[in-house]
């Protein structure tokens, strides 16, 4: 909004100028987030408080686990609300990338929010059942893919990191591929958020790592230099990477340990589905393997603990999934489980930025 009522005065005023820059948006953009978070938060906390909206803890989870009932959950309202001023505000509105994400970052929060308000409804810690869940982000990724596949001029190649003349063309097919991504990610990040700051912070590495992967793919003579695929008009996906990296860490000041507020799935099914659909537009979908490596981890503890229990009839591989309740369970503090957790990402995330130059 601000791009398109200001950078046209440039002409009469050399300070509007400065609007063109992705670079001078995103830092804005971030800023912007950040303070929203930081100055709404208090006010937030304090609405959930009154209308009695607090997290159910399961009674099958860690027991060190059943002193945060009544926590304030649905905070993930704050950090949509953050992201969608803060990029409505920065971005160029006429950007088709810009919309897509927002869509899909909104629906996904919808979901959450189903979910969330079910299980307020019910004084429970079971919301949706998982079959519709799962559905309904099936769904809106399937279409997030199917826009993408039918808009002028987007690959459906995709890119292999460190292997620059391996590029699969995958057609059609790519529809359900990055439907697999979105939800995927989206799942991923949710089932990572169970400790206090433990999503929230990675997921703020990995929208950074992204912010810098958006403006390179958009910006065809550095694409072109560093042999990635170059995607015109990616670059205003930076600034909502910005966003949310900023909404992430203004969120993390009350989320940090002992938090005062969740996210919910609200939160952690919307930004997981945002970041899945990043990847996809960036044309970096694989990396987010390693980006995201922390979150993905999580996941695969999950599916293996059940595989491993139904096959060999009540065994475990961990002794509680996801992973980081494991580590609970085996004595570590809860912040040094969180603390250690983010170490990983932003590893990860340094990791992943090499192979810009690795290809």
Known sequence: MLYHLLYPLSGTFSLFNVFRYITFRTIYAS??????CLLLGPWVIRRLSRMQIGQFVRDD??????KKAGTPTMGGVLILFAVTAATLLWTDLTNFYVWMVLMVTLGFGAIGFSDD?????????????????????????????????????????VTIP?????????????????????????????????????????L???????MVFAY??????????????????????????????????GFLWFNAYPAQ?????????????????????????????????LFVVEALSVIFQVSYFKLSKGRRIFRMAPLHHHFELKGWPEPKVIVRFWIIAIALALLSMSTLKLR
């Open 31 to 36: 800023l912007t987030a950040f303070l929203i």
């Open 61 to 66: 989870g860690p027991k060190t686990h059943l």
């Open 204 to 210: 703020s590495v990995a929208a950074a790592t992204y």
């Open 261 to 293: 507020v969740f996210m919910g799935d609200t939160g952690s099914l919307s930004l997981g589905g945002a970041m899945g659909t990043v990847a996809v537009i960036t044309k970096q979908e694989v990396l987010l393997v390693l980006v995201g490596g």
């Open 117 to 157: 308000y079910l299980k307020q409804s019910a004084r429970h810690s079971r919301g949706l059942s998982a079959k519709a869940k799962f559905n309904l982000q099936v769904l809106l990724a399937l279409v997030a893919g199917w826009l993408l596949y039918r808009h002028a001029g987007f690959s459906t190649r």
């Open 216 to 249: 390179v793919a958009g910006h065809v003579k550095i694409a072109t230099y560093l042999q990635i695929t170059p995607v015109a008009g990616s670059g205003e996906i930076a600034i909502f990477c910005g966003a949310l990296a900023g909404a992430g860490l």
């Open 162 to 202: 460190f292997f620059k003349a391996f590029s699969p063309d995958l057609s059609w097919g790519y529809i359900a591929f990055a439907a697999l991504v979105i939800v995927g990610t989206s799942n991923a990040v949710n089932l990572t958020d169970g400790l206090d700051g433990l999503a929230i912070g990675p």
